[in-house]
């Protein structure tokens, strides 16, 4: 346990549904963001939220809808994914000061068919 | 802008052996340089980090010196055991502008065998 809970573990859906990805941290920190993993790929920063504010977009498909209604929770709403958006998608969250690393949660194996 | 680069995988080693794993960075001001390690199927953890020039973050028996006159934070274990097998990322976060973003490198995976 990281401290950064993410839900759920695994999730298959298919191309028309709607879902949704939800990453909980209760450590006080004041920064949360989404990442991607995919197979032989890069880690790809997705969202940035900072103090509640979203501050960075990483020229994300709109069918990718990030929220983050407090410091504590932030959601990753998904609608009408490819098959290619199938990978590993990380939540993370961090103090603000650039001497803390993030903290990583377990993330959501996400297979679309 | 601020980059990382590591070493290509993957790096297979027999157990008790010496590990390296060779990390270089770009970045202006005076960045925190930070190791992570990702087991099969999970999350990043930190492993260590340091925070100024000529600083050593260890942890369980991994450790790494940042030095700034090679931009260079390398990691080493002395003696690996097949447990360590994981991908290692070495990633910096600035202090100067860009939000104090953590940029990562492409990782390392390390596969240690018997």
């Known amino acids: 346990e990281t401290g950064v809970t993410q839900t759920p573990r695994h999730l298959v859906m298919g191309m028309t549904n709607k879902k949704s990805l939800k990453c909980e941290q209760h450590?006080?920190?004041?920064?949360m963001y989404w990442y991607k993993q995919s197979a032989k790929k890069p880690l790809e920063l997705m969202f940035v939220y900072s103090l509640e504010e979203r501050v960075e977009n990483n020229s994300v498909p709109s069918r990718f809808s990030p929220e983050c209604p407090n410091s504590s929770h932030l959601f990753l709403h998904l609608h009408t994914l490819q098959p290619e958006d199938s990978a590993l998608y990380l939540c993370a969250s961090s103090l603000l000061q650039a001497d803390h690393g993030y903290t990583f949660g377990s993330g959501t194996r996400l297979t679309v068919v | 802008g601020d980059s990382v680069t590591q070493m290509e995988g993957p790096v297979t080693l027999s157990e008790e052996a010496f590990l390296t794993i060779n990390c270089t960075y770009t970045a202006t001001g005076y960045p925190s340089l930070f190791w992570y390690v990702q087991y099969p199927g999970e999350g990043l953890q930190l492993l260590l980090k340091a925070t100024k020039a000529d600083d050593k973050g260890s942890n369980k028996g991994f450790e790494a010196t940042y030095r700034k006159e090679t931009t260079s934070f390398h990691l080493e274990k002395g003696s690996v055991q097949v447990s360590d097998s994981a991908v290692y990322f070495c990633?910096?976060?600035?202090?100067?502008?860009?939000?104090?973003?953590?940029?990562f490198g492409t990782g390392t995976q390390l596969k240690v065998e018997l």
């Open positions: 450590l006080g920190h004041n920064a």
């Open positions: 990633a910096l976060r600035g202090n100067t502008g860009g939000g104090n973003k953590l940029t």
